[in-house]
């Protein structure tokens, strides 16, 4: 079957970033800048990604601003028709450069934020003064016209001051605000037991939100993200392998996820030897767990396999070594009672020191 035309791409143009988030979706291998595509290389990905059908693209890394030819690259994407967004953590780019990149087409901001006190934010996000410089780039946002979306990451570090986040939300004037809990692999996956929240708080936050939403309706529309391990049944991960979205990373690699390196019986092709539009439709990666054949049991005979897709491929070879297996966060699965046994020890006993994410420690430290 040929699969439909990718709705978005996610760029990550480098994995160098002055934050060292401990729930980095970079893979533990984090790509150098020697590797890292030129200009030209992107403009050729960009253009391919519309001519395939993209309709958005996503700049992201690492940190986008770190690349100096971040305006070449949102202008060749705006003349390609596609809907730009920038994902940065703010405290790179001033004033003058959020306005150059306006002017060359960026459609969109989504910020993120560690927390709302200087100093948890720059505890969690390794990053002296990154908090004040993150306010300041809000407010460049809204005066530059821009929309924005405020993006907190919460886990038990900082999930005391989501009604602050909320509020920091509306005060920098965001339209959307994501609450998202962390997704275990990688980075996250190293820091697990300092990051995950206990029960008592994923049903607090959920509360929570539940009765924000329905106060700010109409001021700020919020999407949450619940934590796989204290779920029933798994998210539609990415809509589903090799559906809607491909990502890109700053070497020129093509993955279905931003996560799927973390996949290491995968291998992926890279857009420096292939055609976008064949890695796509043929690469191995995209095949090997696209629509619904691959699916093992319990997930072949269930009626929710074209909702979920199966959920995410990551966990599943996180938590079992094999990437095939039904996600555990799925209550079907036999890995999922271990699962949430695993969040409830890491929850109760895990300690608050950070593995931070940065190039020195993705080499020395050993993986889980
Ligand atoms: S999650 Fe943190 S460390 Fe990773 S790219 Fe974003 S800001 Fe940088
Ligand atoms: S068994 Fe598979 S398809 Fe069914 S809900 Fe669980 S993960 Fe989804």
Not at 13 to 25: D, E, V
Not at 53 to 64: A, I, R, T, Y
Not at 87 to 116: P, W
Not at 197 to 211: H, K
């Amino acid at each position: 079957m040929i699969p439909d035309p990718p709705f978005a791409l996610l760029a990550e143009l480098t994995h160098r970033c002055p934050l060292q988030c401990p729930y980095c979706s970079n893979p533990l291998d984090l790509e150098r800048a020697a590797k890292e595509m030129t200009t030209e290389e992107w403009c050729g990905a960009i253009r391919q990604a519309a001519a395939l059908g993209c309709m958005q693209v996503h700049f992201s890394g690492g940190e986008p601003t770190a690349r100096p030819d971040l305006e070449l690259l949102v202008s060749e994407a705006a003349a390609a028709g596609l809907y730009t967004n920038l994902i940065t953590s703010g405290v790179l780019c001033d004033r003058a450069r959020l306005k150059r990149l306006a002017a060359a087409g960026l459609e969109h901001v989504q910020l993120s934020f560690q927390g709302t006190t200087a100093s948890l934010a720059d505890r969690i996000g390794g990053h002296a003064g990154g908090h004040e410089k993150k306010l300041a780039f809000a407010q460049d946002v809204r005066d530059t016209g821009l929309p924005l979306t405020a993006n907190f990451v919460v886990h038990r570090q900082n999930v005391h001051q989501l009604d602050d986040m909320i509020g920091l939300a509306v005060l920098i004037g965001a339209e959307r605000m994501e609450i998202a809990n962390v997704q275990y692999y990688g980075w996250a996956l190293k820091n697990r037991a300092a990051l995950m929240p206990s029960r008592a708080q994923l049903d607090r936050m959920t509360g929570q939100v539940a009765a924000t939403r329905e106060r700010l309706k109409g001021i700020v529309t919020i999407y949450f993200v619940v934590p796989d391990y204290y779920a029933r049944r798994p998210k539609a991960c990415m809509g589903g392998w090799g559906r809607r979205f491909l990502n890109i990373s700053p070497s020129g690699k093509v993955l279905p996820c931003h996560a799927a390196e973390s996949i290491t019986s995968l291998t992926f092709d890279t857009v420096r030897e292939k055609p976008l539009a064949d890695i796509w439709l043929r690469g191995s990666a995209f095949q090997a767990f696209r629509g619904t054949g691959w699916m093992p049991e319990p997930c072949r005979s269930c009626d929710r396999k074209e909702i979920d897709w199966g959920g995410c491929r990551c966990q599943a070879f996180a938590i079992t070594g094999d990437a095939a297996q039904t996600d555990p966060a799925c209550a079907l699965s036999d890995d999922h009672e271990s699962l949430v046994l695993t969040a409830l020890e890491d929850a109760s006993t895990g300690g608050d020191d950070f593995v931070y994410r940065n190039f020195r420690t993705a080499k020395v430290l050993p993986e889980f």
